[in-house]
């Protein structure tokens, strides 16, 4: 049984900063690829960024300049630095991995950004 736990959402005012992470746990072989999505009210699941287990990257346009996502294979853990955040960013951010071909999420963490 493999799980995602997220943590590090919260309340932050705009131009802020945040850091989530995401830890795999089980019964894991590899891990194809680590992300994060987010989905705001009234709106569809949107991709944030992933990241390869050989370390490639993608980001959202609306993301790229302000958010970093980085991991720790040997954890098994993956991590996303936002930076300069901004009030449209408010949304619950979901973590998703292909471990072993298979695709898991979070249960999410809410981010809101507001002053």
């Known amino acids: 049984q493999v799980q995602l736990v997220e943590s590090g959402g919260g309340l932050v005012q705009p131009g802020g900063s945040l850091r989530l992470s995401c830890a795999a746990s089980?019964?894991?072989?590899?891990?194809?690829?680590m992300g994060w999505y987010r989905q705001a009210p009234g709106k569809e699941r949107e991709l944030v960024a992933t990241?390869?287990?050989?370390?490639?990257?993608i980001y959202a346009d609306s993301v790229k300049a302000r958010f970093s996502i980085s991991r720790d294979n040997a954890k098994n853990t993956v991590y996303l630095q936002m930076n300069s955040l901004k009030s449209e960013d408010t949304a619950v951010y979901y973590c998703y991995a292909n471990i072993d071909w298979y695709q898991y999420w979070g249960q999410g963490t809410q981010v809101t950004v507001s002053s």
């Open positions: 990241i390869r287990d050989g370390g490639s990257t």
């Open positions: 089980g019964s894991i072989f590899s891990i194809v690829v």
